[in-house]
């Protein structure tokens, strides 16, 4: 079935569907042009790993799941967003709760927000997996709602809690239900990962974690200060070729720092740092470092 | 860019900022419409020892899972999408597995958010129900058999449940044996459900709120007041007027 969708819609888009990866591949050798997604695959599943070495093989390393748990015994580790929801819903929550909040901020504010996004969330994955799928299948219909809606949903999210005195969002935030259920059982949560699959992949291309997750959202607001980002230092040899847009989940990040006379850093939060435009670029433009780094290496 | 197709794309983005806001009210409003209808415990789920009341409960508990992997007796479980209780939040169900109260409470320990309270140092003092005999047709014990079952699995026995003699009218001679429970001893561990010997348990746990009645607050038990007192606060007679109905002699 979906083949033959590929071979009916492949005519139209020849040009478009040409791996945007090509060019990278042909200068840095397939590994090279794939080096930060495997790095952030291992660092996706070995965070997994972690936590089902307790359920599956009895070795405790780290216990509970992605909204909280305790590493080691010692560590602890609390979900800032959910804590905040909490707090909207009139309780304050308990000291290892909010030290282990005050760990993952600090943490974050040093790795870059939505490296949450690229290096942890297990719904990225499936989210990059419909994006791959779309340019694959040469999908090129589709329309996205306003990025900006993932800000009024982080919004509306603590208004709910407020409202209602409960953490509402958790009865169906696909991020923390996906980890949970694969470590405590996953019920009928398949049907809504399922429906941000299908969401991304035939209604709204990027449209869940580019436009709609109110997590996504939250830790691209810590993003804007993070320390370690994406800088386009060696703008000077682009070629126009377009591959890092093709691939970024977030376009619209890389125009300031690419084509812009000021800063080469990318400073947009809702960059994730998942360094595909360094993967893909042929040209060696991008690199990670950090964000008071304002290099540019002349042309 | 000519001012007219300026104004357009200003219009645009207008529409857009207002779609989206328009569409996160909406979800605002569904979310919280959801959140209030999956606010009540069913009768058959406990909450661990040393929870908030429920409506606390649910602002504070994370859905971790923390306290479900420190039981060291799997009684507690993680809600799935599905199941009747607030997505994601721990609960037991008595008749499958039954709490076996620790007196380390492992589980109110492991609690980072204080959903669970720490402070519960006694797990005698823990209030996860209240054991009621729902079924006094089918109790053996109220057929003045002597089954006692729930009785003796009970780790306060005979405080928390106690076996009341009573008269059997059926034989005329022998006595019955009626399991009690005492609410201000019961912590709602659910062993006598569990252990109940009949196909559907004739004694259940119940949540506190389903399983208690509440005097109104302006209800005052007369024998009380005067034991406050010290003497009664009225005329120990009350003389009152005789009625009758007219036509009576
Ligand atoms: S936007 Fe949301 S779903 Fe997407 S990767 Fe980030 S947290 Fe996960
Ligand atoms: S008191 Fe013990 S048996 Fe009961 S829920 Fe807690 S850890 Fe489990
Ligand atoms: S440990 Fe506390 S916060 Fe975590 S699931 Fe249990 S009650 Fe909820
Ligand atoms: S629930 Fe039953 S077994 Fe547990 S304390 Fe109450 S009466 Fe006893």
Redesign the interface.
Known sequence: MSSRVARAAAPAVAAESSSPLAAAIEAKGVLGAHRWLIARRWSQAGILALFLA?PWAGL?LV???L????TLEVL?L??PY??LQ?LA??????S??AL?ALIVVAFYLLAGGRAYCAWVCPVNVLTDTAAWLRRKLGLRRGRT??R??RY??L???L???F??????????NPV??LY??I???????W??LGAVFLFDLLVAPRGWCSHVCPVGAFYALLGRFALVRVSARRSGACDDCADCYRVCPEPHVIVPALKGAASPVIRSGDCTNCGRCIDACSKDVFRFTIRFDQRRDPS | MDSSSSAAARRRFLQ??A???G???L??LG??L???Q??ALPADALRPPGALDE??F?????????C??ACPYDTL???????NV???TPYFVARKIPCEMCPDIPCAK??????LD?ALSDIAAARMGLAVLVDQETCLNYQGLRCDVCYRVCPLIDRAITLELRHNERTGKHAMFIPTVHADQCTGCGKCERSCVLDEAAIKVLPLVQARGALGAHYRLGWKEKEKAGRALGPEVIELPVRRPEAAP
């Open positions: 307790g405790w216990k509970g799941n909204s909280s748990s305790l602890p609390t979900d959910l804590l909490s819903a009139g309780h304050v929550a308990g290892t709760a282990g709602p306003p900006a809606l009024w949903l919004g509306a999210t208004a709910a809690a409202a209602t005195g409960t953490i509402a969002w958790e009865l169906v923390s239900m949970r259920g470590l405590f059982g996953l019920g009928l949560a049907a809504i | 857009g900022i779609g989206a806001a569409s996160a009210s979800c605002a979310l919280s959801y959140a209030r999956t606010r409506d606390r649910s602002a504070a508990c994370v859905r971790c899972g923390l479900v992997r479980k993680l809600s799935e999408p599905g199941d607030v997505t994601g492991a609690c980072p958010t204080g959903a720490k």
